[in-house]
């Protein structure tokens, strides 16, 4: 079975509106080749950035949630037993890596340690990837690029990426877009209108004034949109608010008071 | 040997009486395909709330109970020896992925932390589910939906979902039904007369009132169900409801005595 | 290699005597094919009680005693590499599931949580086995039924059975017989006059009235059926109990000069 | 290949020396076919006692010692891949319930506790031992016995037999022998005359005298034996005493001192 | 396949401007064939400094930069299974030992303790390194030299190096090149001119004198290098900056004032 | 593959100066066949002192490095998967133990538990190793001798050897050489003159007396040779003590300014 980055080409163009100068500074970074860090809460469109970007480029995208189960091997690629014997078979990485794609590695810390070595070689002058297993030494394709994200907020000091990995990374932080953006992007994602969309957006700035007063996190943009699209299936805004909103987002009585109050304050 | 989900498409209504909108709410969740997340005590109708819409949506339901030491190749599928070499064996959620069925994950929470990189995939554009072992990117069928439980009193919080998880899910609270709704599921269910069904469901009300004061929890309604089947094997009220709901919920003996004083009065 | 259950079968009635209503309660639970829960202390019989049911019942009866490495493969069973490639091995619970015997899984909490996925869907309506490995969903034989032990007083908090595992049974408490009916075992399974066989049970009866004063647990049926047998080799009373009761159950000198005492109060 | 316990024969007789009653207790428990318990500090002769009455009753003798890796397959066998597909090869304690030896797990509750389903089932009136990978339900030969050493002052709390374990076992205390008994034992092993014998049993009583005042176990008698060999090889007294008792029990320099003063007293 | 070390040659002259005496003592070491330790923060040229050398010495250069999951078998080989049965695959080090290389183990400090028996018989009069699992015991090809970095400030006590290793060793320590070095480097491979070299020199410098005050580690000549090329891309100082040394280094918003206050001094 | 131990037999003389008695007392526990345990801080000459007695007594060495890694199977052998199924490999404990070398298990107390049925068995009348994978029960080979090396300061409680472990032993103290001969070996093997080595003697005499004062150890007399090699490489004194003994010794500046002091004392 011949492995190529096709199936991870991004054919149409994902929607994405520029809050500052993300682009012109992930285009630089792209150009110099240097790997990027996106920094910022979950929900907040990172992923479709890179996605986007990725379109701009036209490079292929391979993007893997990493996880703490997740080890060096899941990324580069293992022998599996067939037929004729063992076979190689390049993990999501290796491919990008091979072929000149872009990887993201989301939640990157998640993953377990010797990801650090796979990290490093591609990260510094030597840009290359070894496939001890295969006995390979990978140099990357000129358009590889190395992506990951990282929330500053949810890391323990037990789980953080190494000093030494860090320092070889470009950082862009990410937070919500302005109002008038995220309403553009709700109404277009989940067909609704304009004004549906800037009450969705009203509610989720209320939410997100709650963030650290007894919510880990206020409503992201992707919540939005899915009341939205719930609102397009025909239930009411408070019922698609209770379901892909408030339920969600906490258990205490008293913040989905509060929460249930800026939906009818809004409705 | 040819994989389909034939097995789990379910033939016979399963019974179920709402108790809220809970229909209404799934049904534009399924419309929209945004996964659901069931919140909600042990014992309380979640499991079959799900079998009902799926027999009232046509769709084939994969059930899979989580356990801390499931990991994503127990969801996802695996390569097994054979007589000419590996072949490849979808697991449960693959199948459901590829064919089009409800994957129901209950207590999702206790699986081990790499069904993230699953959930991750399958619950946000994309809807794939990368089966890296495999080197296939599958897209789901566009039936498809994923559906997990949650019990927010149990988890720790060193055992919890994610927040960048929590937030791609649509929420529903279910909790005991009404005394009338939930009489008339254990007389249906266990055979019995609604008049011993009704003592039964006020048995249940009274251990539930010792919900934290000295039980974890009260009475599930499957408990009333046994109960009602032993009663017509034979037993008495109170020899069924020691068998079936005394003994198997507490070695306290107050709170032993408290719940036999409850069978006795209802008696 | 065909499997069968033959192997499981009870050819001869096992002694027992009952205390209460056990028998007529088992036999409805049965009769409801209903799951059951035995709770008790070690060595007081609840093997033996699940012995003469499966033996009353005709049924084959498999007892797996389970312990903290054991996962849920090691009871359902898992492939082997054989001259023509792998096979598929069912393990002792599936074959009780297959065939329908009655599966007791001694000290069930003791084994790792991966069964709980077993235990879950065989416990509810759905009645099915999971063979994940070998995708299979296997419906359990209508003679199936499920038993676990379960002894509250030695869990800890960290290991103990989850509530939405424990409301799936139904349960029943056990402790040491009547002094009676306890003699009267002793003496049958001994080979001892009935005269010896009380004294043994006097003896036991003061080493339970220790347990919590120094004692972590009394002298178990078990214990005197060894000590009686001894006496039938040629020792005398106090030399078998010496080496049946006393030894093994303390090594506080306090605690053995108290045994010893009795030992002599009753030779 | 086949496998027998020739090997495990005990040809000679091995050198033993009765304290107590030992030889008719264990003859006793060995009549019955109970499993037995062999309790003291290390170096005592509990080894050397099991393999004179392995010797006694004409039975093979399977030792292992046990260690925290140690698992149930250790004990009860494992496919091994071969030419012709996988071969089942029975472990240690399969021998010696196939073909009728006693099988000796030395320090058992050093090993893992998937071991505890071996000892139940075998120590309990079904004699069996479950071969669950080979799916083999293996009845113990008549002449077949469990023996295991436990030592008291050892085990932490964490660590310890369970008490459903502990009360399937007949139990004997064991000791260092008496002088004279000792002394004979010495000069025996090691080749010695009498009087030096004695000299090294004097020194070994002076250090059982400083255990829990600073040592954590007071010389065994195989150091004596050692330091009888030594001067056998040449060395003087107080050179084997200083190679084979001091160096090895202390790091102290005080009980260094003490030890050496006692070793002169006696030269 | 067969291996060679030919993948591992440096083949142009890697830039490197010396510090201090660090290219007499290397070569001394070198000579005597003695390992080395390098120390010093991350980031400050070690890996540079060590692929100088190499090419400078005309020796291949393994480097592997070491990991919490590395086993000795990631380092020395292991067997893989192919159409004919097993094959040996030598690991990285292998080869530099096998080929006369120099293997360079970054943060070797991280890797499992099992590379304890590696590195032990490689470090001393032996020079070998033991195959274990091909049973082969290979003595060191005479240009071979090992060589490992450990970053004092980072090790905890848990996890260090053992006394016995580090004993081995010659050690020398780094630390970030004097500004006209540290410019001129950063100028060469930036490709940027002397004089924008010189402003990050000076914001690098004031960035090192806020470690252990606000941030874990100063700025790295990497990120020199990597601001300089993001201005060449096109960014403004202050742009490349922000993305290359500002936002990766830290978090906290008085740190980031007072670097993008650093910043704007310079700019 | 036929396996031997000739790879391990010393051929040249490994120079090594006696301090005490050693050698008559290594050569009595070798004539009596007993196993010695080598007490002593890193770097003293214990492992010199084992390769000459086993090039004196004309015994092949096998020497194995232990680490927390090291499972039994390292040290006894495995099977090995190859074109005819599998076969058997024995390790380098098996290799001596069969063919009569002496073993030397450097650090024993590092390697996992399962090391202890091997050297229990090895370390008794029995003297035999059971390999149990290959169901061998191996007698050990007349000349066979297990030497272990042990440092007593290191352990923790939580890692030390069990008592019924070391009581199998006859053990010796090691401690640095005296000056003299400290001096002769240091100028033998580095190559340098009696003079030179005097100093390296005096200046580790120094950092010695700094144990416990800062430092973890004092210099080894490795590391002695290691500076003498230096100097012989044409580095100063000075650089040379720097590079192999002060900066490898320690990273507290004043500690350092001590060393640094005592090297420019001697130069």
Redesign the interface.
């Known amino acids: ?1 011949t ?1 190529t980055l096709d ?2 080409r991004i054919t149409e163009q994902p929607a994405y509106q520029a809050s500052n ?1 993300e682009i ?2 992930y ?3 792209y ?2 080749r ?1 790997p990027v ?1 996106l ?1 910022g809460p ?2 907040c469109g990172k ?1 479709r950035f890179v996605e986007h970007m990725a379109w701009k480029l036209r490079r292929p995208l391979v ?10 091997s ?1 990324l580069v690629g ?9 076979h190689w ?4 990485l290796t491919l990008a890596v091979r072929f000149g794609g872009i990887c993201y590695l ?2 990157v810390v ?1 993953a ?6 796979i990290i ?2 591609l990260t ?1 002058d ?1 840009r290359i990837l ?1 496939l ?2 295969k ?1 390979e ?1 990978l140099t990357a394709h000129p358009d590889f690029q190395l992506v990951i994200s990282y ?2 907020g ?1 890391q323990s000091v037990l789980k953080d990426l ?3 990995t ?8 990410f937070g919500y877009p302005d109002p008038a953006v995220e309403g553009s992007i709700v109404a277009a994602q989940a067909g609704i209108s304009d004004g549906l969309a800037r009450k969705l957006v009203q509610i989720a700035g209320k939410s997100r004034n709650l963030r650290g007063h007894g919510l ?2 206020g ?2 943009t ?2 939005l949109i ?1 009341a939205g ?2 609102v ?4 009411t805004l408070r ?2 608010c209770s ?2 909103v408030v ?3 906490t ?1 205490d009585p008293d913040m989905r008071a509060a929460l249930d109050a800026a939906v009818d304050a809004c409705a």
Chains 1, 2, 3, 4, 5, 6 share one sequence.
């Open positions: 079975m492995q199936a991870w100068d012109a500074y285009t630089a970074a150009g110099a240097l860090m920094k979950t929900g992923t993007t893997v949630s990493c996880h703490e189960d997740m080890t060096a899941d293992r022998y599996l037993l067939g037929p004729e014997g063992t078979q390049d993990g999501p989301d939640e998640e377990r340690q010797d990801t650090t070595v490093h070689a510094d030597r070894p001890e297993k006995g030494l929330n500053p949810y190494k000093e030494s860090k320092q070889r990374f470009c950082a862009m932080d880990n996190e409503a992201s992707r919540m899915h699209r719930l397009a299936e025909g239930l019922q698609a379901l892909a339920t969600p987002i258990d």
